[in-house]
Every structure is written in C-alpha cells, then in structure tokens.
C-alpha cells in the first residue's frame, strides 16, 4: 500500500528522460538548467507525496 504504482513509476522514469534530453540541448540562458531541474523536482515530490496520500485517505476511512 506505501509504495509507487507502476504508472508513478513510469512518470519518474519519464521525468527522468525529460531532464536527460533537456540537459542535452545546447544552454539559451544561464539559469534555464536550474530552473528545469526545479520543476522536475517538484514534479518528482508530487510522485513522491502519492503513496502518502494514498495511506492518510485509507486512515480516514478507517476512522468512519
């Protein structure tokens, strides 16, 4: 139950490609590398907080 499902599994891998060909293109502007890996990380702790989610709505229901 705490764990990625295979489809958040695969977004993180996919997200992880992102960042790959990103990384690859030749730099426009000087801080559009930090600012990808930014959103890719905050992309990557939404994916990340899901199974906690999962947990805490499966707590509630518990409680009813």
Same mark, same amino acid.
């Not at 695969?10 to 293109?25: C, H, P, S, T, V």
């Given at each position: 139950? &705490?764990?990625?499902? #295979?489809?958040?599994?695969? @977004?993180?891998?996919?997200? *992880?490609?992102?960042?790959?060909? &990103?990384? #690859?293109?030749?730099? +426009?502007?000087?801080?559009? *590398?930090? +600012? &990808? #890996?930014? #959103? @890719?990380?905050?992309?990557?702790?939404?994916?990340?907080?899901?199974?906690?989610?999962?947990?805490?709505?499966?707590?509630?229901?518990?409680?009813?």
């Amino acid at each position: 139950m &705490f764990a990625l499902a #295979a489809e958040e599994q695969e @977004i993180l891998e996919l997200l *992880g490609e992102a960042w790959n060909k &990103f990384a #690859a293109l030749p730099q +426009e502007h000087p801080s559009e *590398g930090i +600012e &990808f #890996a930014q #959103a @890719i990380h905050r992309c990557q702790d939404m994916m990340a907080a899901r199974p906690v989610w999962r947990l805490n709505r499966w707590k509630r229901a518990q409680r009813n």
